[in-house]
């Protein structure tokens, strides 16, 4: 069965430093892998995800992931953190079924609140 | 191009009582998957609709049940509320061929009393 952990459940950093999110996965398969992140009181927004092409992901807002099959992590990190950058990240794996048609339910890790000092 | 809409934003319903959420996929979209986020916690899954069938279930009750129309919009309806089942509801689409990639809509946020 597919999983992941989130190793940190609150992260703070001062603005214009780099931001470290770390996430092992589980997965029996060649895993689908996501980052997701909500502000307060919003919806979910999908700020990148692996599927095998490349091993480094680039996202939305600067953010990047590098998938490692060695260590099953895939960590997210940005040079230089910026206060708008404050909210819940979600590492998620995508739960896939041997059906076509039938992936797509989405596991998600307990999130990382990302917290940024001026 | 509208995202994924969902409503109502916000409703307060008592134990017992039975419970309707909508959804509207984002245009292009025809699969629907409702989550459920607990407080503090990751959002776990409830079920997934595709061609008006719910295709894969989550470890949720059958007082949970949904629709999906032809228009591919969903309903999410919830029976013999418990306290426990307050939570932010959450609703993502996807299509067909790439149903992982999930955009999400704001939620509807239920309290139970």
């Known amino acids: 069965a597919q999983s992941v952990t989130q190793l940190d459940s609150h992260v703070s950093v001062s603005e214009g430093t780099p931001v470290l999110l770390r996430c092992n996965y589980s997965s029996s398969y060649s895993p689908s892998l996501f980052w997701y992140v909500q502000h307060p009181n919003k919806g979910l927004q999908l700020l990148l995800k692996?599927?095998?092409?490349?091993?480094l992901v680039k996202g939305i807002n600067g953010f990047e992931a590098e998938f490692k099959k060695s260590e099953t992590s895939f960590h997210l990190t940005k040079p230089s953190a910026h206060m708008s950058d404050a909210a819940e990240y979600f590492c998620?794996?995508?739960?896939?079924?041997?059906?076509?048609?039938?992936?797509?339910?989405?596991?998600f890790g307990q999130g990382t609140e990302l917290s940024v000092k001026p | 191009d509208a995202g994924v809409t969902q409503s109502p934003t916000h409703l307060i319903k008592t134990r017992g009582q039975q419970v309707t959420l909508r959804c509207s996929p984002k245009?292009?979209?025809?699969?629907v998957s409702w989550y459920q986020q607990a407080l503090g916690q990751g959002p776990q899954f409830i079920f997934q609709?595709?061609?008006?069938?719910?295709?894969q279930r989550g470890n949720f009750p059958d007082r949970f049940s949904g629709h999906q129309f032809p228009n591919y919009s969903s309903e999410l309806n919830v029976n013999a509320l418990l306290l426990g089942d307050s939570a932010l509801y959450l609703c993502?689409?996807?299509?067909?061929?790439?149903?992982?990639?999930?955009?999400f809509g704001p939620g509807t946020r239920l309290l139970v009393l």
């Open positions: 245009s292009g979209h025809d699969t």
């Open positions: 993502a689409s996807s299509a067909a061929g790439n149903q992982e990639t999930q955009y």
């Open positions: 609709y595709y061609e008006e069938e719910e295709r």
């Open positions: 692996y599927t095998s092409a490349a091993t």
């Open positions: 998620v794996v995508s739960d896939q079924a041997a059906t076509y048609n039938q992936g797509g339910k989405l596991i």
